[in-house]
């Protein structure tokens, strides 16, 4: 249920920027999401599941660049100003 969830926001938020999104069966709790061949979470990898708004940065920053998220980014940036 998770991955369709992530499969929907991240296809709602890039509806003209990606080509596909696919949900591979796996087993074991195997998690990964990768654009192009890049592998940008692994569950195993970093021990859970990506914050959404990470994810969207993620893909954002490879697929548009330019795009502003709106509240996605500005969160983003309030966190990394706190730290």
Same mark, same amino acid.
């Given at each position: 249920?998770? $991955?369709?969830?992530? $499969? %929907?926001?991240?296809?709602?938020?890039?509806? !003209?920027?990606?080509? &596909?999104?696919?949900?591979?069966?796996?087993?074991? #709790?195997?998690? &990964?999401?990768?654009?192009?061949?890049?592998?940008?979470?692994?569950? @195993? &990898?970093? @021990?859970?599941?990506?914050?959404?708004?990470?994810? @969207?940065? %993620?893909? !954002?920053? !490879?697929?548009?660049?330019? !795009?502003?998220? #709106?509240?996605?980014?500005?969160?983003? %940036? $309030?966190?990394?100003?706190?730290?």
């Amino acid at each position: 249920m998770r $991955a369709a969830w992530y $499969a %929907q926001e991240v296809l709602t938020t890039f509806p !003209r920027d990606l080509g &596909e999104v696919a949900l591979v069966p796996g087993i074991g #709790g195997v998690f &990964e999401i990768r654009l192009e061949g890049e592998t940008l979470w692994s569950r @195993k &990898e970093q @021990k859970g599941f990506p914050e959404l708004a990470d994810l @969207k940065r %993620q893909v !954002r920053d !490879r697929v548009a660049p330019d !795009r502003d998220l #709106g509240h996605t980014d500005r969160a983003g %940036q $309030a966190s990394s100003e706190s730290s």
